[in-house]
């Protein structure tokens, strides 16, 4: 089961996928009343998408085709700012200390988590603003998002594997310049249209092992990011048992699990993004995400 938010008659609309994302089904026209993303997150007990199911196949011939569709952040505003993981790659890490030893370096024994400002995620074919004149280091980071679908706190392996409503791609934009001068991560990372989120969100029962999966980034169609999430240093619910001993994780919350080796920062030299360049991120089993950089 894939969800999506899709744009029809100027409306950000939610709409589920049973067919791998060839079509989908508005859920207003399957008689469920859930106004966008977050609403439908809070609803979908494991009943609720059995019932979900039976309507869509009941009203199949009510699909559209996704194909054509104008595709929206599939949450466009999160109720709550991002949970990143950072340095969750032991290449990236090496990478990050070569740019910068001072933000990026020394012995990290234990999982940096930082916050990332979202006021409204971009699309997935949305423009990444540059900011000309503020940014100078616009880079890329190709991410899994997790998204949690009920609240959790001090959660076990199980209940936190038991909490995830599905899977993303996340491109964690970063203006380097930002990150390094003020000697932590929120302001760098948290520009607005700095969080393209999508294409989709992807159930757990259809992705699979969500800790093996090819994760790759191409800037202008060439290569640049190529790992698997079974290189993470942090598991999932390793970072969902970790965060929640002593914070409330609520439903909805996005968690982006840190990137692999090959962003711009890493290259010798460094290689940026630039205006008219176009990021596209790929996850193995949830698809594409692709964004171009404005002026």
Not at 62 to 78: D, G, M, Q, V, Y
Not at 92 to 112: D, V
Not at 221 to 235: H, V
Request: proline share 5%; glycine share 10%.
């Amino acid at each position: 089961m894939r969800f999506y938010t899709c744009m029809q008659d100027n409306r950000e609309l939610p709409a589920v996928s049973f067919d791998g994302g060839r079509t989908g089904l508005f859920l207003c026209d399957l008689g469920i009343d859930a106004p966008d993303m977050n609403v439908v997150i809070e609803m979908a007990s494991e009943d609720w998408k059995n019932d979900l199911a039976d309507r869509g196949r009941k009203n199949e011939a009510l699909s559209f085709s996704l194909e054509t569709a104008k595709l929206c952040a599939p949450i466009p505003r999160p109720k709550q700012d991002m949970i990143c993981l950072g340095i969750n790659y032991n290449e990236h890490a090496k990478e990050a200390g070569s740019f910068s030893e001072e933000a990026f370096g020394g012995e990290r024994p234990y999982t940096i988590y930082f916050s990332k400002r979202v006021s409204r995620a971009l699309d997935p074919d949305g423009i990444i603003p540059s900011y000309p004149g503020l940014v100078d280091s616009l880079d890329y980071e190709c991410e899994l998002g997790v998204i949690l679908g009920r609240d959790v706190f001090r959660a076990d392996e199980q209940t936190a594997r038991d909490s995830i409503f599905g899977y993303t791609i996340v491109n964690d934009v970063s203006a380097r310049n930002l990150q390094t001068r003020h000697k932590q991560w929120y302001l760098g990372k948290s520009l607005d249209g700095f969080t393209p989120i999508g294409p989709c969100i992807v159930t757990p029962e259809e992705l699979g092992d969500a800790e093996n999966l090819g994760i790759r980034c191409f800037v202008n169609g060439q290569p640049r990011q190529n790992s698997n999430t079974r290189y993470m240093i942090q598991t999932v619910t390793g970072a969902i048992c970790e965060l929640s001993a002593g914070m409330t994780l609520m439903s909805g919350t996005i968690i982006a699990t840190g990137t692999p080796a090959g962003v711009g920062m890493g290259m010798n030299p460094p290689c940026f993004l630039k205006s008219g360049d176009v990021v596209t991120c790929e996850i193995e089993g949830i698809g594409r995400l692709e964004n171009t950089v404005g002026n």
